[in-house]
């Protein structure tokens, strides 16, 4: 291969990891929206949760033991969720529970699923949330009529 040629490829690589890096990095916290026909509905026992999801939503969070992010997700998450009637912090550590990663197609920590009423997945970020976004978002959730779980 010639000096200039080598040169080039160098380049090439560079600027496709440069792009791949920077859309990557772009992505990263964005909210996801689903729509609420098809959504997946997601249960406590579903994730070994030992308490009970949100009347009106839930924000489950999956990390694992050495995530740099979660910790301040964690204390983002759960002060929303102490200050917003109705709605539950729920932590589920991926370390020891490697399928409900498969399950879920977690495939970076943090992941955070915003569930509503009923479980149903509403929208979904991965990496560390955005806190303009993910209010936004869970304030939606809680607006949408039809959403609140139905009394036994």
Known sequence: ?????????????VAVTTVVGLV????TGRVTTRGRDDAE???????????????????????TEFCAYCPATRRLLG????????????????????ELAQRFNV???????????RGAVRARIGGAPRPAELEASL??????PGDDRVAA
């Not at 539950?88 to 490697?98: A, F, K, M, N, R």
């Not at 495939?107 to 009423?117: A, E, N, R, Y």
């Open 107 to 117: 495939l970076q920590t943090p992941t955070t699923l915003l569930l509503d009423g």
């Open 24 to 27: 990557w990095k772009a992505r």
């Open 79 to 98: 002060g929303l969720a102490d200050r917003t009637e109705g709605v539950e912090h729920v932590d589920v550590d991926l370390t020891h529970s490697p």
């Open 41 to 63: 509905v997601v249960t406590p026992a579903d994730v070994g949760a030992d308490g009970s999801f949100g009347e009106k939503a839930t924000l489950l969070q999956f990390s």
């Open 1 to 13: 291969m010639s000096p200039l040629a080598a040169v080039l490829a160098v380049v090439g690589l």
């Open 139 to 144: 304030a939606e959730i809680l607006n949408t």
